[in-house]
């Protein structure tokens, strides 16, 4: 064993600790590594929020144009599709009106449609006559007569 020596002032005390408060903190950078400070922590913790915070404003954001881009391409297809729709019925001989009735998923079925259409709107074909079967005398004297007629008859039952 070494030998005993006395202590006397402040520095002889450090020196005498020094090796013993190094191998105490060896043993503990040993024991902790891989760990961090709650300080350390908190600073990671809030630099991860931020990161996930500009990733979810990113992705709204790519979200409004994926949205955008979406409304665009159906509105194109519309216009593609009520042009095919008219063209059609203009073929078959219908009114462009009837364009927007015409039913089906394609262009096959909408011709079909149109097609059938056509045959009923020339089989309903109904000529107006040539003449009214209604009699002519609509005037004052007329409905005073109809009156007194109706009177007549439901005052003698």
């Known amino acids: 064993m070494a030998e005993f020596r006395v202590i006397e002032t402040q520095e002889q005390f450090d ?4 090796a013993r408060l190094e191998r105490d903190r060896e043993s503990y950078a040993k024991k902790f590594e891989g760990w961090i400070s709650p300080e350390e922590l908190e600073k990671q913790l ?3 929020t931020k990161k996930i915070k500009a990733l979810e404003d990113a992705a709204a954001e790519t979200q409004k144009q994926l949205a955008a881009k979406d409304e665009e391409i159906a509105k194109g297809e519309k ?21 927007d009735r015409l039913m089906g998923e394609n262009a096959d079925e909408w011709k079909a449609d149109a097609a059938k259409l056509a045959k009923d709107f020339a089989a309903a074909k109904v000529t107006a006559p040539l003449g009214s079967n209604e009699p ?3 005037g004052k004297k007329a409905n005073r007569d109809k009156f007194a007629e109706w ?6 039952n």
């Open 46 to 48: 809030k630099d991860q």
């Open 136 to 138: 002519t005398n609509t």
């Open 151 to 156: 009177f007549n008859e439901n005052m003698n």
């Open 15 to 18: 020196e005498a600790i020094k």
């Open 79 to 99: 216009y593609r599709t009520d042009l095919v729709k008219t063209r059609i019925a203009l073929e078959a001989g219908l009114k462009i009106e009837y364009a």
